[in-house]
C-alpha cells in the first residue's frame, strides 16, 4: 500500500491535491475556537494548501507525509526558506510555520505529538483500506490528550472498499473513532462531486477516562 502511494507521487497520479485551501477548513476550523499558536498535525498531508492556510491563521503546522516528492514539492512551492533536520527516524523540513516529517505515520509517536493542540484530517482516514483505518482511528486517538479537538473530511460514493479513496459512512466513523472522541457533524453528506462522491464534515473532540 505504500509503495502505491510513492508511486502515485511519482507518475503525478495525485488527482486528490487542490489547488487552493479546502472549503470545509475554511468554513468549520474557526469553530474550534483555538488560540494562535497552537499546534495543528495534519497526518497523510501530501503537498495540501490547507496547510499554509492554516500556518497563514497564526497556527503552527506539523504535516506527516510518506512521500519524499511530496515534501520536496510542497517545499519548493512555497517562499520561504527551508531548514532540513533529522528527529525520531524522520527526515524533516521545516519553512516558517510549517514542518513537514517525511516517514510513516504509523512510526508517529506520542512522545512526538507532545505539544500538539489539534488536528486535521482531510483524506486520510479516506486513504487508507480497512485494516487500517481501525489501526488510523486507534493511533490518532492514542497521540492526543483529553479535550485535543480536531477536523475531520470523510466522503462516501457507491463503489463501497474500491479506492482509494474509500468510502467511509457516519456509521463507520462512529465506530472507529466515537469511542475515543466526541463527534459531532458539522456538515453533509453534501451533493455528490463530479466522481460520485459526497463529503461530511466532523468535529471530534478527544475523551477524557470518563467519557
Ligand atoms: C489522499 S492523499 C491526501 C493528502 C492531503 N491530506 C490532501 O488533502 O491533499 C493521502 C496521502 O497520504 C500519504 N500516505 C499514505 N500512507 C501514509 C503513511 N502510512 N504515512 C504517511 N503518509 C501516508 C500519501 O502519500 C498521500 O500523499
Same mark, same amino acid.
Given at each position: 500500500?505504500?509503495? %502505491?502511494?510513492? =508511486?502515485?507521487?511519482? *507518475?503525478?497520479?495525485?488527482?486528490?491535491?487542490?489547488?487552493?485551501?479546502? $472549503? +470545509? @477548513?475554511?468554513?468549520?476550523?474557526?469553530?474550534?475556537?483555538?488560540?494562535?499558536?497552537?499546534?495543528?498535525?495534519?497526518?497523510?498531508?501530501?503537498?495540501?494548501?490547507?496547510?499554509?492556510?492554516?500556518?497563514?491563521?497564526?497556527?503552527?503546522?506539523?504535516?506527516?507525509?510518506?512521500?519524499?516528492?511530496?515534501?520536496?514539492?510542497?517545499?519548493?512551492?512555497?517562499?520561504?526558506?527551508?531548514?532540513?533536520?533529522?528527529?525520531?527516524?524522520?527526515?524533516?523540513?521545516?519553512?516558517?510555520?510549517?514542518?513537514?516529517?517525511?516517514? %510513516?505515520?504509523? =512510526?508517529?509517536?506520542? *512522545?512526538?505529538?507532545?505539544?500538539?493542540?489539534?488536528?486535521?484530517?482531510? $483524506? +486520510? @482516514?479516506?486513504?487508507?483500506?480497512?485494516?487500517?483505518?481501525?489501526?488510523?482511528?486507534?493511533?490518532?486517538?492514542?497521540?492526543?490528550?483529553?479535550?485535543?479537538?480536531?477536523?475531520?473530511?470523510?466522503?462516501?460514493?457507491?463503489?463501497?472498499?474500491?479506492?482509494?479513496?474509500?468510502?467511509?459512512?457516519?456509521?463507520?466513523?462512529?465506530?472507529?473513532?466515537?469511542?475515543?472522541?466526541?463527534?459531532?457533524?458539522?456538515?453533509?453528506?453534501?451533493?455528490?462531486?463530479?466522481?460520485?462522491?459526497?463529503?461530511?464534515?466532523?468535529?471530534?473532540?478527544? =475523551?477524557?477516562?470518563?467519557?
Amino acid at each position: 500500500m505504500q509503495i %502505491d502511494w510513492l =508511486r502515485r507521487w511519482r *507518475e503525478g497520479r495525485i488527482g486528490f491535491h487542490r489547488d487552493a485551501p479546502h $472549503a +470545509a @477548513l475554511v468554513d468549520h476550523w474557526p469553530r474550534l475556537g483555538l488560540a494562535a499558536g497552537a499546534k495543528v498535525l495534519v497526518p497523510l498531508c501530501g503537498k495540501s494548501h490547507d496547510m499554509r492556510w492554516l500556518a497563514a491563521q497564526a497556527y503552527p503546522v506539523l504535516g506527516v507525509e510518506l512521500s519524499p516528492l511530496a515534501v520536496d514539492q510542497f517545499i519548493g512551492e512555497g517562499a520561504l526558506p527551508a531548514l532540513r533536520y533529522a528527529q525520531a527516524g524522520f527526515s524533516c523540513v521545516r519553512q516558517g510555520r510549517i514542518e513537514l516529517w517525511c516517514g %510513516d505515520f504509523f =512510526r508517529f509517536h506520542v *512522545e512526538q505529538a507532545a505539544e500538539l493542540a489539534a488536528f486535521y484530517d482531510r $483524506a +486520510a @482516514l479516506i486513504a487508507l483500506p480497512r485494516a487500517s483505518r481501525q489501526r488510523y482511528a486507534h493511533h490518532l486517538a492514542q497521540l492526543f490528550l483529553p479535550g485535543t479537538q480536531g477536523l475531520l473530511v470523510t466522503l462516501t460514493h457507491a463503489n463501497g472498499e474500491r479506492g482509494p479513496p474509500y468510502s467511509v459512512d457516519a456509521e463507520e466513523v462512529e465506530r472507529l473513532l466515537g469511542p475515543n472522541f466526541a463527534l459531532q457533524r458539522l456538515a453533509g453528506p453534501g451533493e455528490p462531486d463530479a466522481k460520485g462522491a459526497c463529503e461530511t464534515v466532523w468535529h471530534l473532540m478527544r =475523551r477524557g477516562p470518563c467519557g
